[in-house]
C-alpha cells in the first residue's frame, strides 16, 4: 500500500505476465481435469516449487507435485471432479502472487446438478509462465456433504437407468 507522497512500489513481473501465467494455469489445470493427464499442469510450477495442501502434505519440487497430483487425481471420488472453475481471484501486482476461489466441481451424476466445494488458493509466481508455489486450503465441513450428496445423486441416477 502506498503511502500519501510516496509511489507505490513496483513489483518485479508486468501485470501482463502475471496475467497470462494465471489464464494459462486455468486453461491447463481444465483440460487436465477433463484429460486426467496432469503432467502439462505440474509443468507450470518451477522445478523446485513447494505446493502446500492441507489434507495431504506438503510436496518439494515440481515430480513430487506430478507424483501426488496423478496419483491422488486418479483415486475415487477425486477423479470424478473434473472441473476447477475460478470464481474469483486477486492478483497481488506487487508480490506476484494470485489469491483465487476456485471449485471443484464433480462430473454431473445423471441429475443435472452441480455438485462442488470451493478452496482458496494462493499461487506465487516465479517467472517465466510457472508458479514457485501453490498453497490450498479447504473446509472439509464443506466438502463432506457435497460428495455425500453426489454420491447419493449418482447412485439414484444409476438406479433409475
Same mark, same amino acid.
Given at each position: 500500500?502506498?503511502?500519501?507522497?510516496? $509511489? $507505490?512500489?513496483?513489483?518485479?513481473?508486468?501485470?501482463?505476465?502475471?496475467? !497470462?501465467?494465471? *489464464?494459462?494455469?486455468?486453461?491447463?489445470?481444465?483440460?487436465?481435469?477433463?484429460?486426467? *493427464? @496432469?503432467?502439462? @499442469?505440474?509443468?507450470?510450477?518451477?522445478?523446485?516449487?513447494? &505446493?502446500?495442501?492441507?489434507? &495431504?502434505?506438503?510436496?518439494? =519440487?515440481?515430480?513430487?507435485?506430478?507424483? @501426488?497430483?496423478?496419483?491422488?487425481? $486418479?483415486?475415487?471420488?477425486?477423479?470424478?471432479?473434473?472441473?476447477?472453475?475460478?470464481? @474469483?481471484?486477486?492478483?497481488?501486482?506487487?508480490?506476484?502472487?494470485?489469491?483465487?476461489?476456485?471449485?471443484?466441481?464433480?462430473?454431473?451424476?445423471?441429475?443435472?446438478?452441480?455438485?462442488?466445494?470451493?478452496?482458496?488458493?494462493?499461487?506465487?509466481?516465479? =517467472?517465466? =509462465?510457472?508458479?514457485?508455489?501453490?498453497?490450498?486450503? &479447504?473446509?472439509?465441513?464443506?466438502?463432506?456433504?457435497?460428495?455425500?450428496?453426489?454420491?447419493?445423486?449418482? !447412485?439414484?441416477?444409476?438406479?433409475?437407468?
Amino acid at each position: 500500500m502506498a503511502v500519501m507522497g510516496q $509511489a $507505490a512500489a513496483m513489483g518485479q513481473w508486468t501485470r501482463e505476465e502475471l496475467q !497470462r501465467a494465471h *489464464d494459462n494455469y486455468v486453461a491447463v489445470a481444465q483440460e487436465a481435469g477433463r484429460t486426467g *493427464d @496432469w503432467r502439462p @499442469w505440474a509443468e507450470l510450477f518451477t522445478p523446485d516449487a513447494t &505446493y502446500v495442501e492441507h489434507h &495431504y502434505g506438503t510436496f518439494n =519440487g515440481r515430480e513430487a507435485i506430478h507424483d @501426488w497430483i496423478s496419483k491422488t487425481m $486418479a483415486e475415487w471420488p477425486n477423479s470424478e471432479m473434473t472441473m476447477f472453475p475460478h470464481d @474469483w481471484c486477486v492478483c497481488d501486482e506487487e508480490r506476484g502472487w494470485w489469491v483465487c476461489q476456485i471449485e471443484n466441481r464433480f462430473k454431473d451424476p445423471g441429475d443435472g446438478n452441480v455438485y462442488e466445494a470451493y478452496n482458496i488458493t494462493v499461487l506465487k509466481y516465479g =517467472g517465466d =509462465g510457472q508458479f514457485a508455489s501453490e498453497e490450498d486450503a &479447504y473446509n472439509p465441513a464443506n466438502f463432506a456433504p457435497v460428495v455425500k450428496a453426489w454420491i447419493a445423486a449418482k !447412485r439414484a441416477a444409476e438406479a433409475a437407468s
